[in-house]
């Protein structure tokens, strides 16, 4: 899957800022920081993007072939719960993580051609969440799917 990806810091000081912050968090939690959450966290650092939650087990197992998956699966939750990671459906079911960094929370768009995951404004479905609301008393949480459609490319491709 093809990844619109943007600038970055280094990946050294990158790491260190989310570990720090993923740090603090845990503390203020009375949680600590463990070779796991270590592990999963320098896996998304260097894997800009939206990555699957499979790749990442994967990831984690070759750096650090003593993590078992279920708690890559149980840092992936813990990391959502805290607001560092976020997590989007796309495709039948499949999972992808990213960490959550300078946009913040938002909305995910998937080309149902080429496969990449684009990310859109968090705003963007205001007013279709707030008619739900009022007309038919539904909250929509937008955020943990990914819209389908065809992209720029994909389309030009077959016009």
Request: aromatic share 2%; charged share 20%; proline share 4%.
């Amino acid at each position: 899957m093809r990844e619109r990806r943007s600038g970055r810091d280094e990946p050294d000081d990158a790491l260190a800022e989310v570990l720090t912050t993923v740090g603090e968090l845990l503390r203020s939690r009375g949680e600590r920081m463990t070779g796991p959450r270590r592990a999963v966290i320098t896996i998304l650092v260097a894997r800009p993007g939206h990555v699957m939650a499979e790749d990442v087990v994967q990831a984690v197992g070759e750096l650090d072939p003593t993590v078992h998956r279920a708690s890559v699966y149980r840092t992936l939750e813990t990391l959502t719960d805290l607001g560092v990671v976020q997590h989007v459906h796309i495709g039948h079911g499949t999972t992808a993580y990213h960490l959550v960094r300078e946009q913040g929370p938002h909305l995910h768009a998937q080309c149902l051609g080429c496969g990449a995951v684009h990310d859109l404004p968090p705003d963007l479905l205001d007013a279709v969440a707030g008619r739900l609301s009022r007309q038919h008393d539904f909250v929509l949480h937008a955020g943990h799917v990914a819209l389908s459609g065809t992209c720029r490319s994909c389309a030009a491709s077959t016009a």
